[in-house]
Nanobody
Framework: QVQLVESGGGLVQAGGSLRLSCAAS????????MGWFRQAPGKERAFAAA???????LYADSVKGRFTISRDGAKNTVYLRMNSLKPEDSAVYYC???????????????WGQGTQVTVSS
């Protein structure tokens, strides 16, 4: 059974930083891509970043240069380092697993429960 557990969300002031973590279990972590998506109230879930099994990364234009996705195979964990946070980054952040680093959420087959990020102005 695949499980993804996010942590690290919270309340931060604009311009601040947070690091989200997603611990994975139940499948061979090194063989799969991991993605981060976010969903703000009243909006659709949106792609933020993804990392392939090889370490190749993809970012949404809205986070490029501010967010960094990384993975630690020894810990079966993927991270999302978020710098220069803006109020519009406030959302529930989800990690997800798929064979490849897709941009669309429906192509991911396992999801975490989400962690809330709130950026105050």
């Amino acid at each position: 059974q695949v499980q993804l557990v996010e942590s690290g969300g919270g309340l931060v002031q604009a311009g601040g930083s947070l690091r989200l973590s997603c611990a994975a279990s139940g499948r061979t972590f090194s063989e799969y891509a991991m993605g981060w998506f976010r969903q703000a109230p009243g909006k659709e879930r949106a792609f933020a970043a993804a990392i392939g099994s090889s370490g190749a990364t993809l970012y949404a234009d809205s986070v490029k240069g501010r967010f960094t996705i990384s993975r630690d195979g020894a810990k079966n964990t993927v991270y999302l380092r978020m710098n220069s946070l803006k109020p519009e980054d406030s959302a529930v952040y989800y990690c997800a697993s798929a064979k490849w680093p897709y941009l669309r959420d429906y192509e991911y087959d396992y999801w975490g429960q989400g962690t809330q990020v709130t950026v105050s102005s």
